[in-house]
């Protein structure tokens, strides 16, 4: 019983990280599609995407020290 619910957690965290790790990818292209194209839009998205994330893993960094 105790190594399915490892492998349950195993599974949650791996999910996290290839999230954190898609939005990453995702807010550098914006960022970098914007810069090409001069869109402030597309720019701003990109900024806006790296932001919170560098900021939810603070957050949880925080609240893993507690």
Partial sequence: M????????????GR???????LVVMGILSLVSGIISGDTAR?????????CLALFILIRKRKSSR
């Fill in 43 to 51: 720019l701003l998205l990109g900024a806006l995407i790296l932001g």
């Fill in 2 to 13: 105790d190594k399915n619910k490892e492998k349950q957690e195993i599974s949650i965290i």
């Fill in 16 to 22: 996290l990280f290839s999230l954190e790790a898609l």
